[in-house]
């Protein structure tokens, strides 16, 4: 079993930054790839990033260059790093555990999730 604890969301102004974090908890937390996902009202849940458990990450096109995401394996903490906010990426953000080297974009491939942290960007 994992737990999941995101938090980081807020208010902010379109072109401004912030950092999402996710701590986990439970059993060898370290061999999950992580991802962050992100669903909007009205909207489909939909993949913004992965790092796997080996270190390399993905990306959905549109927060390519502008979002990082990152793993403190020590804090077992997973960041989200979003930079230049756009309205469109007001959201609830979720992170999400995978047991696969490849966890993939997919929701129904993660088996743990946290409650979600909400991001709201102004215009």
């Known amino acids: 079993q994992v737990q999941l604890v995101e938090s980081g969301g807020g208010l902010v102004q379109a072109g401004g930054s912030l950092r999402l974090s996710c701590v986990g908890s439970g059993r060898a937390f370290s061999r999950y790839s992580m991802g962050w996902f992100r669903q909007a009202p009205g909207k489909e849940r939909e993949f913004v990033a992965y790092?796997?458990?080996?270190?390399?990450?993905d990306y959905t096109d549109s927060v390519k260059g502008r979002f990082t995401i990152s793993r403190d394996v020590a804090k077992n903490t997973v960041y989200l790093q979003m930079s230049s906010l756009e309205p469109e990426d007001s959201a609830a953000y979720y992170c999400?555990?995978?047991?696969?080297?490849?966890?993939?974009?997919?929701?129904?491939?993660?088996?743990?999730w946290g409650q979600g942290t909400q991001v709201i960007v102004s215009s």
């Open positions: 999400a555990a995978n047991g696969l080297a490849n966890p993939g974009t997919r929701s129904y491939g993660y088996e743990y």
């Open positions: 790092i796997s458990y080996g270190g390399r990450t």
